[in-house]
């Protein structure tokens, strides 16, 4: 089964051919497009530091950066906080399947991308405040419910506690953000 495909259409399938799997290949696509996501809305920002003739070096700049910081949050500390608060409830899942469940479940918001690359093809900022906001969030909401229907396959537990245990790991990262603030 081809996991990119079925997680549009069957997505408890998906997951639980994930949790099957002894050998887990790293799926990174997703993990790569939303870092191209979070690099193409810092672009205009990033620009802002170079001189008209040096915009090139912002591109350059923002899109690895965005990969990196995707890689850090979605390949390691978020996975990290929801297999390390998925063990008070005797959680069954491995760091590898829950880096490859966060990957997949955010696959739907991997379409911001194609419109952001589309602005951009036609000279506007790629930014969030260029695009529908309301878009943004239903694929958003898309991506979370299939975080919740991962967590549970993996862990191997029911949905109310897969959304507990998401919304406890967030915990952290939310105090984190707020003291910094």
Known sequence: ????????????????????????????????????????????????????????WAFFLALPSGIGLSFLMLGLIIPGLIKLFGKIWKGKSTLRKMVNVCSLSLFPLCLVLIYQISIFVFGLEPSFENLNYGVIYLLWLWSFGLLIIGVAKIQRFKYGLALLNILVSYLPILIFGLLRN
């Open 1 to 56: 089964m081809d996991l990119y495909k079925s997680i549009w259409l069957k997505p408890r399938a998906t997951f639980e051919e994930l949790a099957d799997r002894e050998k887990q290949p790293l799926l990174v696509l997703p993990i790569i497009a939303i870092g191209l996501i979070f690099g193409l809305d810092a672009y205009p920002d990033i620009t802002s530091i170079f001189d008209e003739g040096e915009r090139v």
